[in-house]
DNA sequence: ACAATAAGTCAGATTTTTTTGACTATAGAA
DNA sequence: TTCTATAGTCAAAAAAATCTGACTTATTGT
């Protein structure tokens, strides 16, 4: 079903929402993030749901995934500059509440 | 089931989250609301919908209900001012787009 | 009096999102 | 070589959000 888009925020409203992606984008502005860390890190999450939102923000360009090639070989998740352009709009918000 | 909020901007984020709040905030920010125009206005949605939206935003203190006693008696919904605070939000969530 | 408009509610159906549990493939440690 | 960790995928189930259509009650307009 083609959704049209009227409300200019929405789409940006719409990437974040999500159950896990807030949190996920918070803790991606602390530092790098990694798969079973952030399993780990946000109780009550799930595999399944943890990684459909890494998806989803990485097609929306908020971050990015780099395999590190080094000791012990992992992947990581990085804001990207447009991931890094949204902080802003968090700190605002949280100066709201 | 209980959620426990671990992201400080989450509770914002979840208030403007649901299809149609986005826009109906919009909406709200341009001139006060009525229930059968918004459904004119807001192609797509419904009746139920849109009742619980408006719920929604009313108890989480960003729209106030106001029964209008003139000429002809209707509901109107108003931003408040906890409302009116999140307009830089998305001004400034509409600048990144 | 009669029809129309406003502002909904209610139950049930449909859709979307989120969760569960089982399973995979690769790398490193013991 | 066996065990553990990482980083997932897949199908199915469960839960949450949204939509439909019928119905309501009060107020206006004709």
């Given at each position: 079903m083609e959704e049209i888009e009227t409300c200019p925020a929405q789409r940006l409203l719409k990437m974040l929402s999500g159950k896990w992606k807030a949190e996920i984008f918070r803790?991606?502005?602390e530092s790098p993030l990694r798969?079973?860390?952030l399993l780990r890190q946000i109780q009550g999450s799930n595999k399944q749901s943890l990684a459909t939102a890494l998806k989803e923000l990485e097609e929306e360009g908020l971050?990015?995934?780099t395999t590190i090639k080094l000791k012990?070989?992992?992947i990581e998740y990085n804001l990207?500059?447009?991931g890094k352009m949204l902080i802003p709009v968090f700190e605002q918000l949280e100066g709201l509440s």
């Open positions: 803790l991606s502005v798969f079973n860390s971050l990015e995934k012990p070989l992992h990207t500059e447009k």
